[in-house]
């Protein structure tokens, strides 16, 4: 099996991936469109591929590959369409990112599977700001939906 690392130019994250995959002696190569990806000056990075990660260069992967995108964007993208790839997914389908990579959605999510979470009232409108019970012990925090 072989790691397939996708780096952006100035990606830290890939770049502690390929070290720990380096380390770690797992076969991996760095895709990136950037030929100057941070991932690409690392001592552990042996294989590489200058190419866009669009659905030609991953159409071309094999059974055998696993896809490591780093960025919740590509992670989304690329799991829209993970019926037509060969290659193995190193991430959630495409339901599960969506909850997950929105603090709404999986707030509800846990509420819904009695896990424990902070108490929590949703306010999608103005007015029901008016419904929130009185005494509320501070801190409390406000973020908008």
Not at 1 to 25: F, Q
Not at 91 to 109: A, E, S, W
């Amino acid at each position: 099996m072989r790691a397939i690392v996708t780096s952006e130019l100035d990606d830290h994250v890939s770049l502690a991936v390929v070290r720990s995959l380096g380390k770690n002696k797992i076969n991996f190569t760095v895709v990136s469109k950037f030929e100057r990806a941070l991932a690409l000056n690392s001592r552990y990075c042996k294989d590489f591929n200058i190419t866009n990660v669009d659905m030609n260069f991953l159409s071309k992967l094999s059974k055998d590959d696993i896809l490591f995108p780093m960025h919740e964007e590509s992670m989304c993208q690329i799991s829209k369409n993970q019926k037509k790839l060969p290659c193995t997914l190193a991430f959630p389908d495409y339901p599960t990112l969506q909850i997950v990579t929105n603090k709404c959605r999986l707030l509800h999510h846990a509420i819904e599977h009695n896990l424990p979470c902070p108490k929590t009232w949703f306010i999608a409108h103005p007015d029901d700001i008016e419904d929130l019970p009185a005494g509320l012990q501070f801190p409390v925090v406000l973020r908008p939906t």
